[in-house]
């Protein structure tokens, strides 16, 4: 009899590992504990406890979802080493720690709106393919080791430092690294290529020395470091935009030849020349250029051809954009543009010397009339 009890118990146990499963309190939680492999989805919701635990499950086949608790403090499943669908946690705002120190393998990982989590015992992912963490207060994370990812958002977590992907080659889809701590630095040692948009916001330091290929906009904006550097970077399919960089004074992309969208370098305060080393071997734009800042020197050693229009602004005095224009002018297929700083040597932009001769004409031709006039009146009986 004893015997048949305690089959039926660990037959219901065992039941409990393979459906879906919401865990509300620590005793919930508990009557997992006979699980080392869960199959379906977990969800961890409403819990009016401060802490849950769960020792001893490994893995699950299906989704972690912790969501929605405005009590829980901290959360720990030592034991977990892999999620195959979502580990989600979300909304759990008076969260402060969790602990998945096991856990390497996951498909979506996202952390989102726990404002209040300061501290995250992790273990390094090697394998995943969207990585979101967004609106905590996490002041570092452990280094990502995948080698391939489709999609990273890191966002408005303002304390966050240290961003790593110390092994991450391929980006199959995009990257959205903004908003985080002003001191916030990215590494990407072995990158090679960013098929989807990628943008990077207030950083103070960046590193992607080995990108060869990106194939969607690249937006980097409002950073302090000071050098853009992408030696490697041969094809770039869609726009680059570099703006409002405070720190930044020099950029490297020495071996693009071809940009598919459009080159957009504004507001960037140190940045006063765009030199035969920022873009030496860039030939063919098919967008359109907009330069606009302290410009003292722009030269692009190779340039043959842009489809879209050309706008050079600087507040220097130092161009000359009647030399700058006839260089420029030729090769570009849209509207041409140049204005430097008034008083200088180099007068106003090609449209405003357009403006001035059609003046000159106008007043010339003006003149010539007044004239003619004066001599037929002097000439005639009618002059008074």
């Known amino acids: 009899m004893k015997f048949a009890i305690y089959s039926l118990f660990l037959a219901l146990a065992s039941a409990q590992c393979d459906e ?15 699980c080392s492999k869960f199959e379906g989805q977990l969800t961890i919701d409403d819990v009016s406890e401060t802490s849950i635990s769960l020792s001893g499950l490994k893995s699950i086949s ?12 901290s959360i720990s499943f030592d034991s977990l080493t892999s999620v195959s669908d979502n580990f989600q946690l979300q ?26 989590l300061k501290q995250a015992s992790m273990g390094v992912i090697n394998k995943v393919n969207n990585y979101q963490i967004i609106q905590t207060s996490l002041d570092q994370i452990a280094p990502v080791s995948a080698k391939i990812i489709t999609n990273i958002e890191i966002t408005d977590n303002s304390f966050l430092i240290p961003i790593e992907f110390p092994d991450l080659v391929n980006n199959t889809g995009y990257i959205n690294i903004v908003n985080n701590n002003p001191s916030a630095t990215v590494s990407f040692p072995n990158l090679m290529s960013i098929r989807g948009n990628a943008t990077f916001r207030n950083l103070d330091g960046f590193e992607a020395k080995n990108l060869t290929t990106v194939s969607n906009t690249l937006n980097i904006l409002g950073n302090t ?17 570099i703006t409002n960089n405070t720190g930044l004074s020099s950029i490297e992309i020495p071996i693009l030849k071809d940009l598919g969208g459009g080159l957009q370098i504004l507001s960037n305060d140190k940045l006063t020349e765009i030199s035969t080393n920022s873009f030496t071997k860039l030939e063919f734009i ?8 302290a410009f003292e020197n722009v030269v692009f050693p190779a340039l043959k051809r842009v489809d879209g229009a050309f706008k050079l602004t600087t507040t220097s005095s130092n161009i000359t954009c009647s030399a700058f224009t006839t260089k420029f002018k030729p090769i570009v297929k849209g509207t041409f543009k140049c204005d430097a700083a008034k008083g200088s040597n180099s007068g106003n932009s090609s449209t405003a010397d357009k403006n001035n001769a059609v003046s000159n004409l106008t007043h010339s031709y003006a003149t010539t009339l007044v004239v003619a006039f004066l001599s037929f009146a002097i000439g005639s009986k009618y002059f008074i």
């Open 225 to 241: 470091f000071e050098k853009i550097s992408f030696k490697n970077l041969s094809t770039m399919e869609k726009d680059l935009s």
């Open 91 to 116: 909304n759990n705002t008076e969260l402060i720690g969790i602990s998945f120190p096991a856990l390497t393998d996951v498909d979506n990982f996202q952390i989102i709106y726990n404002p209040n």
């Open 62 to 73: 299906g989704s972690l979802v912790i969501q929605n608790n405005f009590s829980l403090k």
């Open 20 to 34: 879906n499963f919401t865990i509300r309190s620590q005793s919930d939680a508990s009557r997992l504990s006979g």
């Open 286 to 293: 098919k967008g359109g250029v907009t330069l606009e800042g």
